[in-house]
């Protein structure tokens, strides 16, 4: 049985660095020092501790600051303002990834640029499934606000216990990549089919389906009294709603994160930054969402290649013994660089838009679903009239 030389005692000077850090940070030999198994880390390499707390205070700061700014002043923002806002942020996050690659390298850099822009994706077209939701149960478009922060609020909450999780497996655990690798590909599949709205819709009208519900909203409230009895509002229902849809969004996009990085700290400022001017950008957006037809498409592929680089991954550090002989495969091609990801993940947005936008496929396709979202707006006014 051949023993592993990283467990055997690690001097420091004997190792190498890959240009600052690789994905295990340095190496002894042919073997990653320090010796992990999932190779999943806190503090991530070049990176102090002390940075990484300033850093996520600072970032939750400004995005907890953000959604307060709702509750204190709330109103419906213009496009000009809310091109402002998004832009900002958009800036702040490209900052951000030009100090981590000065301050980490390269690789740590790009990792931040691909986990960011991944995610900024996925929060796109769940933004799209929020304006899906809004129309649904015909929100009063003055307290969309209030249901955007509270999406917004779930989906830190929610990113944030999963990204310790999937961290906790990873470094116990590197075979859970194959989980996250088929799991990932089998969302690809399934994000073409369209199917998760209607099975959504269900599931939530299983779980409220005993809640006295009143015909109305009233303001934001949850609950309200109509003649003399305690009843829950319609805000409820969506509230409900948006928190299964976030959810479901946090399933897909954290597996997929950590398909690009290892560093818990990268996945989690990715997010925030991912989060950040989300209530801004679906003011801008609404108009959009019959028109980027082929976003969903582009999302497919990319889960689905990130679903394929962790499998490769999973096969470069194997350790199951029906695999190999629980050896690693050593094969050059399986190393998927963070590089080439994020040129994928960027190409694959940009084809996307183009060809929504600016092509006559793209433009029969947006008019085609502008009637389809009419015929299936007065179909549900017909159903609630019933």
Same mark, same amino acid.
């Given at each position: 049985m051949a023993i592993r030389r990283a467990q055997q005692p690690i001097t420091k000077p004997t190792c190498d660095v890959f240009g600052g850090q690789g994905e295990g940070g340095e190496t002894c030999g042919d073997f990653p020092y320090p010796p992990t198994k999932g190779r999943s880390s806190v503090g991530t390499h070049g990176l102090t501790i002390q940075f990484e707390i300033i850093a996520l205070v600072v970032l939750c700061a400004v995005l907890i600051a953000d959604l307060l700014y709702v509750t204190k002043r709330p109103h419906i923002p213009s496009m000009k303002e809310a091109g402002i806002f998004v832009g900002i942020y958009i800036a702040l996050a490209l900052i951000f990834g030009g100090i981590l690659w000065w301050q980490a390298g390269p690789q740590i850099g790009q990792e931040f640029y691909a986990g960011w822009v991944t995610e900024y994706a996925l929060s796109v077209d769940n933004l799209f499934v929020f304006i899906i939701i809004m129309a649904r149960f015909s929100v009063p478009r003055k307290y969309q606000q209030e249901v955007l922060m509270f999406g917004i609020i779930i989906a830190l909450i929610l990113r944030a216990i999963f990204i310790v999780l999937g961290a906790a497996l990873i470094e116990q655990w590197s075979w859970v990549f194959y989980i996250f690798g088929a799991f990932l590909i089998w969302t690809a599949w399934n994000q073409l089919k369209d199917e998760d709205e209607d099975e959504e819709s269900g599931l939530v009208k299983k779980l409220t389906s005993r809640m006295p519900i009143s015909d109305d909203f009233d303001g934001a409230k949850l609950r309200t009294v109509v003649d003399g009895k305690k009843l829950f509002t319609p805000m409820v229902l969506v509230f409900v709603t948006i928190g299964m849809t976030d959810?479901?969004?946090?399933?897909?996009?954290?597996?997929?994160?950590?398909?690009?990085?290892?560093?818990?700290?990268?996945?989690?400022?990715?997010?925030?930054?991912?989060?950040?001017?989300?209530?801004? &950008?679906? *003011?801008? %957006?609404?108009?959009?969402?019959?028109? +980027? $037809? =082929?976003?969903?498409?582009? &999302?497919? *592929?990319? %889960?689905?290649?990130?679903?394929?680089? +962790? $499998? =490769?991954?999973?096969?470069?550090?194997?350790?199951?013994?029906?695999?190999?002989?629980?050896?690693?495969?050593?094969?050059?091609?399986?190393?998927?660089?963070?590089?080439?990801?994020?040129?994928?993940?960027?190409?694959?947005?940009?084809?996307?838009?183009?060809?929504?936008?600016?092509?006559?496929?793209?433009?029969?396709?947006?008019?085609?679903?502008?009637?389809?979202s009419m015929t299936s707006s007065s179909d549900r006014a017909s159903r609630d009239d019933i």
């Open positions: 959810l479901l969004f946090a399933f897909d996009s954290i597996p997929a994160i950590f398909g690009l990085t290892k560093s818990a700290f990268i996945v989690f400022t990715a997010n925030i930054f991912a989060l950040m001017g989300l209530r801004q &950008l679906y *003011f801008l %957006l609404g108009g959009l969402m019959n028109r +980027l $037809v =082929f976003l969903k498409h582009a &999302l497919s *592929f990319i %889960l689905a290649f990130i679903g394929v680089k +962790l $499998v =490769f991954h999973a096969l470069h550090e194997n350790n199951l013994p029906f695999i190999n002989g629980g050896h690693h495969l050593d094969y050059p091609w399986l190393d998927i660089s963070t590089g080439l990801s994020l040129l994928v993940i960027l190409g694959a947005i940009i084809v996307a838009t183009v060809l929504s936008l600016w092509t006559p496929w793209g433009k029969r396709a947006a008019a085609n679903a502008e009637a389809e």
